[in-house]
């Protein structure tokens, strides 16, 4: 069955550590994207890459950093540089061929500081 | 001005009752629109895509007013399994997805 998985569901990284966050789907979509969600709110925009080997920063990339090596993963790096860390983190995809398509998110990742 | 937004809500409503409620986007070149619904912890789920005027699926409807740039969602004869958060997606034809903050509907028995 063609998805979208994230990878782990829950994560707890102490103070000063990197994490790194995995995306990866089978859906041959051209887009993908990284949201972060904190209780109360909406989805803010950290990257998104619209073609392998190439990514933009969103709204809040300060202290994340992203690869898309392969079109079929966007994987998330949360840096020690991320000083509130702590957040419901949604992968995204969207697009085949050019076309606009809907958005299919996976199940999140809750990151918690410890 | 945000791309998107959304009245936060929340709306409370009584089983049964209609329930609308409106997304508001700043690009007119948007082409094409989704309406998500969240529930608590878990990831949007996909309710309806608004591609021309609207879409109607059930006791749910989009309408799209591209002269006033918002599109709505509106929920007939309202059920407690539809209390969640709603999310207004806009994609402006270059990949970069726009989203509301959502609007929050509680129903209530």
């Known amino acids: 069955d063609g998805g979208i998985t994230q990878s782990p569901k829950y994560l707890f990284r102490k103070e000063g550590q990197n994490v790194t966050l995995s995306c990866e789907q089978n859906?041959?979509?051209?887009?993908m994207y990284w949201y972060r969600q904190d209780p109360g709110q909406g989805l803010r925009l950290i990257y998104y890459?619209?073609?392998?080997?190439?990514?933009q920063k969103g709204d809040i990339a300060e202290g994340y950093s992203v690869s898309r090596e392969k079109k079929e993963s966007f994987p998330l790096t949360v840096t020690s540089a991320q000083k509130n860390p702590t957040a419901f983190y949604l992968c995204?995809?969207?697009?085949?061929?050019?076309?606009?398509?809907?958005?299919?998110f996976g199940q999140g990742t809750r990151l918690t500081v410890v | 001005r945000k791309e998107v937004e959304q009245d936060p809500g929340p709306f409370n409503v009584p089983e049964g009752a209609t329930v609308a409620f409106n997304c508001t986007y700043s690009?007119?070149?948007?082409?094409?629109f989704f309406w998500y619904r969240q529930d608590c912890r878990k990831e949007p789920k996909l309710l309806m895509s608004?591609?021309?005027s609207g879409n109607e699926d059930g006791r749910f409807t989009a309408q799209l007013n591209r002269a006033s740039q918002y599109i709505s969602l509106l929920i007939r004869d309202s059920k407690l399994s539809d209390s969640a958060t709603y999310l207004c997606?806009?994609?402006?034809?270059?990949?970069?997805?726009?989203f509301g903050a959502g609007t929050t509907v509680t129903v209530r028995a």
């Open positions: 890459s619209q073609i392998v080997n190439d990514f």
């Open positions: 690009n007119s070149a948007s082409q094409s």
């Open positions: 608004v591609y021309s």
């Open positions: 997606v806009v994609n402006p034809g270059d990949y970069k997805l726009s």
């Open positions: 995204a995809s969207c697009g085949v061929e050019g076309r606009s398509t809907e958005a299919f």
């Open positions: 859906l041959n979509h051209d887009a």
